[in-house]
Each structure stands twice: as structure tokens, then as C-alpha cells.
């Protein structure tokens, strides 16, 4: 069975610091997404991409958070420079349709 | 904007009896809605979903979840809770005007099936 893949699995990083998070998703599926689900809460969309283009970034904050996709089938995610408060769980997510598919995410610890 | 709500930080059912799992949306047009399971530290899985028809859907593991346009509620069913059904239950909306948007989540539910 296709899944969505993701790494590193942990990270943990100083504030201040680069992180980049990367995403494959199942092969064939045009839409990535990209979510952050703090500890108690539930995932909240960063950025969704259709192939190669931006289709909604308006919860991303484009003043530390960067992603792209350039091919139009794998993703990066990268935060510069990394605060107390991004410390989460970063899920990726890919669909055909209209059902998401999620891999099993990347933990970011700041210190 | 659309919205989740799941009333229920946590549930308890004896293995064996039923179990329900409450959600309501709130959403401009019509609602796509969906449960996910997850684990711990685990993305999430697809359980089932509701588009369009029957007001009944059925998923996977024996999970089912009824749609209910009146009351705005998608609740997540089980007519025997299994140990191994704890774990963390989530409720998402998207417009169905937006196709593939991305999901609105609620804060999740946890579910312990005691032995």
C-alpha cells in the first residue's frame, strides 16, 4: 500500500537555528499538503501546493516558514530561524481527490 | 470560515459496549466530513468519509458515522469497542466547493476502551 513518506522523524534544533522537513508523496497524487498540529490541538494547514504552484498559503508565516515544491511531486518545508513556539508535530499530506492521505510526520523540538 | 467542534476532550467506554464519538461543523456550503484516527506519535489515518448519499457511511476497522444536515453532526460510531480502538479521534470539514482545500479540523477526541 502507497504512503506518504517523511524525514527525518525527530528533530530537535536551537532556536535561531535552519530546519528543513521533506515530504514524498504517494506517487500520482497532484495535491500536497502541509499542516502543524501543536501538542492538544488538532493540524492546522501551513500551505497546500496543486502539482508545482501554490494553490493556499494564507496560514503560513511567510516571515520564517518557506516550502516548495519544484517538480511537482516531492516537498520541502523549512523554517529560518526556528522559534520556542514552533515546536510541533509537521504532517504531509497528498490526495487525488478530495480524501487526504497523511504521513507520519516530523516532531520539531526548539530549544 | 468553517469550524469543528468536538465537545468531548475524552471518552471512556467498557470494551464490548458501543461507542460514540461526537462532532458538529459548521461550514458556508455543502460539507465533505471525515474521521481520522491517530496514534501516538503517528500521522493520521483515514477512517471514512461523507460527501454525498447516504446518510450512513461505513469505514474501516467496523467504524461508521451518520451525517446529520439538520443537526449539523457527523458523530463516529462502533457497535463493539475493541482495546485496540483507543487512541485519538479527529473530526475535519472542507467545503465541498473547494474540493480538494485543505481540512478544518477539531481539537480531538480522546478514546479509552477499558478491558
Known amino acids: 500500500e502507497a504512503e506518504v513518506a517523511q524525514s527525518p522523524r525527530y528533530k530537535i534544533t536551537e532556536k535561531s537555528q535552519a530546519v528543513a522537513f521533506w515530504c514524498d508523496p504517494i506517487s500520482g497524487h497532484a495535491t500536497l499538503y502541509w499542516y502543524r498540529q501543536i501538542l492538544g490541538q488538532g493540524p492546522e494547514l501551513l500551505v497546500q501546493?496543486?502539482?508545482?504552484?501554490?494553490?493556499?498559503d494564507s496560514q503560513l508565516p511567510k516571515d520564517r516558514f518557506s516550502a516548495e515544491r519544484l517538480k511537482g511531486v516531492d516537498s520541502t518545508l523549512k523554517i529560518q530561524p526556528a522559534e520556542l513556539g514552533d515546536s510541533a508535530m509537521y504532517l504531509c499530506?497528498?490526495?487525488?481527490?478530495?480524501?487526504?492521505?497523511f504521513g507520519p510526520g516530523t516532531r520539531l523540538l526548539v530549544l | 470560515a468553517q469550524s469543528v467542534a468536538q465537545p468531548e476532550d475524552q471518552v471512556n467506554v467498557a470494551e464490548g459496549n458501543p461507542l460514540t464519538v461526537k462532532c458538529t461543523y459548521s461550514v458556508s456550503g455543502n460539507p465533505y466530513l471525515f474521521w481520522y484516527v491517530q496514534y501516538p506519535n503517528r500521522g493520521l489515518q483515514f477512517l471514512l468519509k461523507y460527501i454525498t448519499g447516504d446518510n450512513l457511511v461505513k469505514g474501516s476497522y467496523g467504524f461508521e458515522a451518520e451525517f446529520n444536515k439538520s443537526q449539523t453532526s457527523f458523530h463516529l460510531k462502533k457497535p463493539s469497542a475493541l482495546v485496540s480502538d483507543s487512541a485519538l479521534y479527529f473530526c475535519a470539514v472542507t467545503d465541498s466547493g473547494g474540493g480538494a482545500d485543505g481540512l478544518t479540523f477539531g481539537k480531538g477526541t480522546h478514546l479509552i476502551i477499558q478491558p
Open positions: 501546493f496543486q502539482d508545482e504552484s501554490v494553490v493556499d
Open positions: 499530506a497528498s490526495s487525488l481527490s478530495e480524501t487526504q492521505y
